[in-house]
């Protein structure tokens, strides 16, 4: 008879060759978990190859679930639970597996060609030490999923498919989810081939009653659904809140969407969520190159669109002369980057910070841009919206940062009501004010007007040379050249006066230590200091939205603690801003591994300010 | 009837003259710029179009001919170099109403915005293309260009340039350009009229202007320009009409096989001249290819006019039909479904 045991979160995490479907049913997986009511966050990690030399360790793939019955921040730094489906997903990942762990793997995969591929001179699992060491359960997945399907007419590479499916029916059952969301999701994704549909749940239903049948385990788990906060709750993940939320303000604000781009891992699934939505007046370019992507919105934006692009490190690189373009031409665009593992083409799938100086200050001359970065993949709604809203009211480019973890990354939010969320208003010109219009003309923030093609009286020719004060007009005087370069500086931080102030999100003011971190670092930064606090630590975690600008209070609230520690996933990028700026000794915890930072690895660097 | 249509097309035009188009900035180029001319046949030219002002944008990159935008007096804009082509794509996608112009050189379409130039000509997008081509880069003092001739000296090839120049037209029709014609600045008659058609058709239209640099590559396209020698070394082609040239019209062009040859008229007669049709693809290319050296010997002279003329339907107009489908089919776009997407679950 199997029991259950009742655990407060659990991380599991599921590898294999990228071809066995390992990031089809984590998504499965973290669905049906979010529907049950847990609290959660997912980590994709896969290879930049599609399909790499199966059974080598390059070739595995990745997805890691961390959910429980409390608030989960991170996708895990340890995992409770390993589904290895071969010999490579074993090797690469055990190391990420707690002592006592459980290991599910596929037996079938550690045959001699999985063996010698994954450089395994004997076989692991003969190996008494990783039995005393972990829970094992070995199971011929392969060998079941045909024996389910052996009468399903479909070939052996068909039925092989499908071997995904009866892990994710044993996980189900190990952990008690019902299967149903599974099942209406295949039926709905083979529509078309219905013998496709009824294998795979066929072979779900399998893998689920084969737990409960030879009893694999002693003990399965049960994670009580989380105390959230009361709301309507759906999964989301970073780029899909991202485009949701370029939509949501281009319909508050009344204005066409149109985006320009180029595919580049990991913000290629910015475009494909806005391609789906075409009945909101979205408009989708997927253009001949980085360059025309900016530059095609830039066109559009001239036109009276909400121009937006997005790209990862690379291509914002090729975007850049056209970025000093949209600031000269003080057009409303916005430019997302999902920031990857650089330089060069560097570590396309894996996650990094290190486009923040790249985004401050990678263009020609004085190119001031306001800059703001999503702390988790629901965050990407609320800091795109936000990043619309000044591109409109402030008639600038805006750039949004965010990076592959949060992008791929999901967890549940409890979205908004439309009518909850903040009005847009635009600058178009008055009609009546033709006779005096001035392309460069100016109102209190700075801002000037928009008069798009169309408008009769407006006509005026805008570029890149330099403008003369107000008319607009190309000018070459050194006095005015001055002005302007104090304008579009001066433009961008008068949005310090708009943006909201900052305090700290966990901790309190005046106090020994706080953390500042930015972007993606929220969740294991946030998950440390808690856990710190909670120890009687006299800590705080400080996030930042606002790269550039600050929020007014910054300097008075950091220097309102003893000491600054700043986690960064790249080699010391916002610290070297922050001292600049408030000359704080602050100290620096760099990590440019391609991982994200382990609330761990920040738990041990706040500690030893307190030994 | 003559009458009255005249006069209800005459209501309907917005009654603008050349000067109207002319802006309030004082014009940079060179004294003796081709770009002059250029600029006086596109403002005499818009006034026949019948598109209101405000209704017309000029997109330009970077280089002389670029800040043409600038002295008209319409919406426009100086973008970066070789962009034009981009920006413009982006702007007609955004807004398939307006009548867009696209501004560019030889060295700004054909080396820095050689992959936009391309893509748009595939795209086809109902824009006009006005490439400027003076076969040298005059702007930045006078390196040679992308449609430079081999060996030729300049500032960066004082040993003569190895670089096998492009024939831009015949890159254009490879590109899937649906309109491909040719004139030049000595020639304003044809010029306008050219500029007009370029207006007339639906879809990516190139027209490439021989323009002459007066300080870094005088007399370019002499041979085609002076009096002495035009009539000889240039045909002009039109539709429906046979390939002649010549002082006295006294040579044609025929096709032997794939090529062509002249022949003398009044010792051959008119017999199996090469009749011009627009809208053969596979003639136009050969046309493309009459790109001889004028110096060579038994060249073929060069032609100018409309090369080819093809309808296919227009990237903007493609886009807006999936948005409207899209909004027949799902209905305008609701935000609150948008936001809550399709699973999702209540915490009490």
């Known amino acids: 008879m199997t029991t259950k045991e009742q655990l407060d979160q659990v991380t599991i995490l599921l590898a294999g060759d ?38 080598t360790i390059a070739g595995v793939s990745g997805f890691q679930i961390h959910f429980g019955s409390s608030e989960i921040y991170t996708p895990g730094d340890l995992s409770d639970v390993l589904v290895a489906f071969n010999a490579a997903a074993l090797k690469k990942n055990l190391d990420r597996l707690k002592d006592r762990g459980i290991i599910i793997c596929n037996t079938s995969g550690f045959d001699k060609r999985n063996l010698r591929l994954a450089q395994y001179e004997e076989n692991p699992l003969l190996d008494d030490k990783l039995r005393e060491n972990y829970q094992l359960i070995e199971i011929d997945v392969t060998k079941m999923t045909r024996d389910a399907l052996s009468e399903s007419g479909l070939g052996p590479k068909d039925r092989d498919r499908c071997k995904n499916m009866f892990v994710l029916g044993f996980i189900y059952w190990l952990f008690g989810r019902p299967m149903q969301g599974t099942v209406d999701f295949l039926d709905n994704k083979f529509k078309r081939k219905p013998e496709i549909a009824e294998a795979n749940i066929k072979v779900l239903k399998a893998g689920y009653y084969y737990g409960d049948t030879v009893e694999a385990i002693p003990s399965t788990f049960e994670v009580s659904p989380a105390k959230m906060q009361r709301g309507t709750y759906r999964n989301i993940m970073g780029n899909q809140a991202m485009a949701i939320g370029l939509v949501a303000a281009c319909k508050k604000a009344g204005l066409p969407l149109f985006f320009g781009g180029y595919p580049i891992t990991p913000a290629s699934d910015i475009l494909h969520e806005l391609a789906k939505h075409k009945n909101f007046n979205v408009k989708t370019f997927q253009a001949e190159d980085e360059i025309a992507g900016i530059c095609t919105t830039i066109g559009a934006a001239f036109g009276g669109s909400l121009g937006v692009t997005a790209s990862s490190g690379p291509g914002i690189a090729l975007k850049g002369e056209a970025m000093g373009l949209a600031i000269m031409l003080e057009l409303p665009l916005v430019i997302i980057n999902v920031q990857r593992g650089g330089p060069s083409t560097g570590l396309p799938t894996k996650t990094e910070q290190s486009d923040l100086f790249q985004a401050m200050y990678g263009r020609n001359g004085e190119a001031p841009m306001p800059i703001l970065a999503a702390a988790s993949p629901k965050d990407c709604f609320a800091t795109v919206y936000e990043a619309c809203k000044l591109a409109i009211e402030h008639m600038t480019p805006v750039m949004v940062l965010s990076d592959g973890y949060i992008a791929n990354g999901a967890e549940p939010w409890r979205f908004p009501e439309a009518s909850s969320l903040e009005e847009i208003s635009t600058k178009f010109v008055d009609e009546k004010d033709a006779e005096d219009f001035k ?132 080699d010391g990028q916002l610290i070297k801003m922050i001292r600049e700026k408030f000359l704080i000794d602050a100290k620096g915890l760099s990590k440019v591994e391609g991982n994200p930072f382990a609330a761990g690895e920040i738990t041990e660097a706040i500690k030893s300010y307190y030994s | 009837m003559m009458e009255v249509k005249s006069q209800e097309e005459k209501a309907k035009k917005p009654e603008l003259k050349a000067r109207d188009f002319v802006s309030d900035q004082d014009i940079k180029w060179c004294p003796g710029c081709g770009d002059y001319a250029i600029l006086k046949q596109m403002q005499s030219a818009l006034p026949e179009i019948g598109v209101k002002k405000e209704d017309i944008v000029f997109v330009s990159g970077i280089g002389c001919s670029s800040r043409f935008p600038y002295y008209m007096n319409t919406f426009g804009m100086h973008s970066i170099h070789g962009r034009a082509t981009a920006v413009a794509a982006g702007l007609k996608a955004a807004r398939p109403e307006l009548s867009t112009w696209i501004i560019t050189g030889d060295g700004d379409a054909l080396s820095i915005g050689g992959n936009h130039l391309i893509h748009i000509l595939r795209r086809n997008p109902d824009v006009n293309i006005m490439l400027f081509n003076n076969q040298i880069y005059g702007l930045t003092k006078g390196q040679y260009s992308p449609t430079s001739e081999l060996g030729k000296v300049t500032k960066s090839t004082p040993s003569g340039s190895i670089d096998h120049p492009f024939n831009p037209l015949s890159v254009c029709l490879g590109a899937g350009g649906t309109f491909i014609a040719r004139a030049m600045d000595r020639d304003p008659k044809a010029l306008k009229e050219l500029i007009i058609e370029t207006h007339k058709h639906k879809g990516s239209s190139l027209l490439e202007i021989y323009q002459n640099c007066p300080i870094f590559n005088d007399g370019a396209f002499s041979a085609f320009t002076d009096k002495e020698t035009k009539k000889k070394e240039t045909v002009y082609l039109k539709h429906g009409q046979p390939l002649i ?33 627009e809208t053969d693809k596979i003639k136009a290319y050969i046309l493309t290819q009459l790109f001889d050296d004028p110096e060579a010997g038994g060249h073929l002279p060069r032609p100018f006019g409309i090369f080819y003329k093809e309808e296919r339907f227009c990237y903007e107009d493609a886009m807006q039909a999936q948005v409207d489908h899209a909004r027949e089919q799902k209905g305008d776009g609701d935000l609150e479904a948008l936001l809550s997407g399709n699973n999702t679950w209540i915490v009490d």
């Open chain 2, 245 to 277: 040239f010549g002082d006295k019209l006294q040579y044609g062009v025929k096709l032997d096989g794939v090529h062509p040859i002249v022949v003398n008229i009044e010792e051959e007669g008119q017999d199996g001249l090469w009749i011009h049709d």
């Open chain 1, 18 to 55: 990228s071809g066995d479907g390992i990031q089809l049913t984590g998504s499965q997986f973290t669905q049906t978990t979010a529907l049950f009511g847990n609290d959660l966050s997912t980590f994709p990690d896969f290879p930049a190859e599609i399909r790499a030399p199966m059974g």
């Open chain 1, 439 to 570: 392309p460069y003309g100016r109102d209190e923030n700075l801002v000037r007007q928009w008069a798009t093609p169309g408008m009769k009286g407006f006509e005026h020719r805008i570029g890149g040379l330099e403008k003369e004060l107000e008319s607009g007009n190309v000018s070459y005087d050194a006095k005015n050249h001055q002005t302007m370069i104090n304008i579009r500086s001066e433009k961008v931080n008068k949005m310090a006066n708009i943006i909201a102030k900052i305090s700290p999100d966990s901790g309190e003011l005046n106090g020994k230590l706080a953390v500042l971190g930015w972007g993606s670092t929220y969740g294991a930064i946030k998950t440390a200091v808690k856990g710190l606090i909670l120890e009687g630590l006299d800590v705080a975690h400080i996030h930042l939205r606002h790269i550039h600008p600050m929020p007014k209070n910054l300097e008075e609230v950091l220097k309102s603690y003893d000491h600054v520690l700043i986690p960064e996933l790249n």
